[in-house]
């Protein structure tokens, strides 16, 4: 039997509603989770709320209502938000759990009895916003080196955790284990944080100060610090939540996701604390990066905070889904750009997708009496042998790849998705199944065809679940598929003409109806009545919603080669990340091909296919010069990987 996977999630703080930042992650959680069930795998997946300390007690105290009742609340918030967004958490833990409460207790008692835990005097900044206490080098004008607000001076009696004692053997973990941190960015932040000499750990706060918070089992007169309490519901959990609790068969947890901001705490105090207990590490702490809101950070007083119930009423569970996992590589800031996200859905979603579904199922009743034929045994074609290489191993190799819980990387997982996505549409354009149908002795040509894009759509409907569930369902509804998504479809290999043919189709709802474009236009955009002396003559600029059609993405070359008879034409052979591709550019003058091979560079890598001196070009290379090329765009101070996008 493999290892369960346990996966957490943040629990997340409840002084405010729920935010894109708190969707983000555990949407994320929730992919991993639904891929790890299909393959077979024993899965618990856990997310909750952080219901103590004083932001709480403040923010219950302004609404006139006790803490508990403002958690209630709040609670109730989160949780109608993660049934509409589809998660499928199998625990969901709140701090006021009086089970989980016991667990932080005793923790607490052991630390303390084992001499890990001291009381002293202290003095230092204290930071309301983030509860914690600073010292005088960390604090900068008066302010929290965090969050940037306001800090006071505080002296007061408090309990401490030795974690400076475990600072080292901390340090030979992180080198020993060089996934434990992810992405390898944040791992860095950690190894240099863990530079600096590391300080012990305040763990309590005087009940004078702050009564809502779990009550030190050794001194009735302080609770414990927020933080202390929050981390042990990664392992309080396994006591109570679990069909079958278990610490024992679901610890170490496998991954847990987190926001970059809460790094630290998870890297340094969570891991130092479970040292002192002696319990394993978790196997990988994954830190994702921020959003911000067409370039702006979120903020109430910008009004720009971004509410995903109301985006998902909108424009749909799965569209949100998809936008916030395709847009940006996970482990990185990403920016929500309106413009943007109408652009996914009408492209890649209606397009794409929902359109390789609606023509399939259409030709398939017209042509095929609603039911998807079998092939007629003959010698694949290269397109079809094209596509059946690019399914399995979008299953078999490409996903398990890019969703390994060390590595995680949604957007690439999201592109080999939509690889063959593409190819499946290429695929009816060029064998034209309507011309087939007019000619009785393509009969067999026709069935072929048939089934071979049905196919297409039975490897999609799989692939696509993990992300947006809704749609594979309704994918497998339309083909007539009979899949039970919550059972182990992937836990054996799926082999292209294993299933499909035979089964009726029925003709449903577009899977994502295109959106028209946003009245307003972006503030990057040129606003009407603009100075008449712009360079640019006004019936040539293009709209946002043009330029997102040009899918630029960075390529590696890995061989180069004149075209014969040219002394302008290389023939190139890229490496677009999922794929490889041949782009013949005019760039052999500025060039040899000695010289090209290896750059990364950017390619327009959505361009029709088009022959130059009788070679198919795949694509575009980006380059500066008018008449004559000066340069290939490149990159200086990074290294992207192939098939990053660039924007």
Excluded at 75 to 101: E, P, V
Excluded at 187 to 204: H, M, T, Y
Excluded at 526 to 544: F, L, Y
Aim: proline share 6%; net charge negative.
């Amino acid at each position: 039997m493999p290892q369960p996977f346990y996966i957490t999630t943040p629990i997340y703080y409840v002084n405010d509603v729920p935010h894109v930042g708190h969707a983000y992650t555990t949407i994320a959680a929730d992919v991993q989770a639904r891929w790890h069930r299909l393959l077979g795998h024993e899965v618990f997946f856990l997310t909750g709320l952080d219901e103590h300390g004083q932001k709480v007690q403040q923010a219950a105290a302004k609404a006139g209502i006790s803490p508990q009742e403002h958690c209630d609340r709040l609670t109730l918030q989160f949780q109608t938000l993660w049934q509409k967004l589809g998660i499928s958490n199998d625990g969901f833990i709140r701090t006021t759990d009086a089970r989980h409460q016991a667990v932080v207790q005793r923790f607490l008692q052991e630390l303390y009895d084992n001499q890990l835990i001291y009381r002293a005097e202290y003095t230092g900044w204290y930071c309301t916003f983030d509860e914690r206490f600073w010292t005088e080098k960390d604090v900068n004008d008066g302010r929290c080196p965090d969050c940037q607000r306001p800090v006071e001076q505080l002296s007061e009696s408090n309990y401490f955790f030795r974690m400076s004692q475990f600072q080292q053997r901390l340090l030979d973990h992180l080198e020993a284990n060089p996934t434990f941190i992810r992405p390898e960015s944040r791992r860095n932040e950690v190894a240099g944080f863990l530079q600096k000499p590391l300080e012990d750990l305040s763990i309590s706060r005087p009940k004078s100060r702050l009564s809502w918070g779990i009550e030190l089992p050794f001194d009735a007169d302080y609770v414990t610090y927020v933080w202390f309490d929050a981390l042990v519901n990664y392992m309080s959990a396994l006591e109570y939540l679990p069909s079958q609790p278990s610490v024992e068969r679901l610890w170490p947890a496998t991954v847990h996701l987190v926001g970059k901001d809460i790094l630290t705490t998870h890297a340094v105090y969570w891991s130092t604390m479970l040292m002192a207990l002696e319990v394993p590490l978790p196997h990988t702490i994954f830190a994702h990066g921020w959003w911000t809101v067409d370039g702006e950070k979120m903020s109430k007083s910008r009004g720009n905070v971004l509410d995903p119930h109301a985006m998902v009423d909108q424009f749909g569970t799965d569209a949100f889904r998809y936008f916030l996992l395709r847009e940006v590589p996970f482990g990185q800031d990403g920016d929500f750009a309106f413009e943007s996200f109408i652009g996914r859905i009408n492209s890649d979603l209606a397009n794409g997708l929902g359109n390789l579904l609606s023509r399939t199922i259409t030709l398939i009743q017209r042509f095929s009496d609603g039911n998807v034929p079998a092939p007629v045994a003959s010698a694949s074609t290269e397109l079809e042998t094209e596509l059946q290489t690019t399914a399995e191993s979008l299953l078999h190799d490409h996903l398990p790849t890019h969703l390994r819980s060390d590595r995680i990387a949604f957007n690439r997982a999201l592109e080999a998705i939509w690889g063959l996505v593409q190819l499946g549409n290429q695929y009816i354009d060029k064998t034209a199944p309507w011309v087939l149908a007019k000619d009785p002795a393509c009969s067999a040509r026709l069935q072929t065809v048939l089934f071979h894009a049905a196919e297409t759509l039975r490897f999609l409907c799989l692939a696509t679940y993990p992300f947006m569930p809704d749609t594979a369902r309704e994918m497998a509804r339309q083909l007539g598929l009979p899949y039970n998504f919550s059972q182990a479809l992937l836990k054996d290999p799926i082999a292209w003409g294993d299933g499909g043919s035979g089964t009726t189709v029925v003709k449903g709802k577009a899977l994502f109806p295109r959106v028209d474009a946003p009245a307003t236009p972006s503030p990057a955009q040129p606003q009407a009545g603009a100075s008449a002396s712009s360079p640019t003559d006004e019936n040539s600029r293009i709209n946002i919603q043009d330029f997102q059609k040009v899918e630029l993405k960075v390529a590696k070359i890995l061989t180069a080669e004149r075209v014969p008879k040219s002394n302008k034409l290389l023939k190139l052979q890229v490496d677009l990340g999922t794929e490889q591709r041949q782009i013949v550019a005019g760039i052999g003058k500025k060039y040899g091909p000695e010289d090209v091979v290896g750059k990364t560079i950017v390619v327009v890598a959505n361009l029709k296919p088009a022959k130059l001196m009788g070679v198919e070009s795949q694509g575009m290379v980006l380059a500066a010069g008018d008449e004559d090329v000066e340069g290939l765009v490149t990159f200086k101070d990074v290294d992207p990987q192939p098939g990053t996008k660039v924007k």
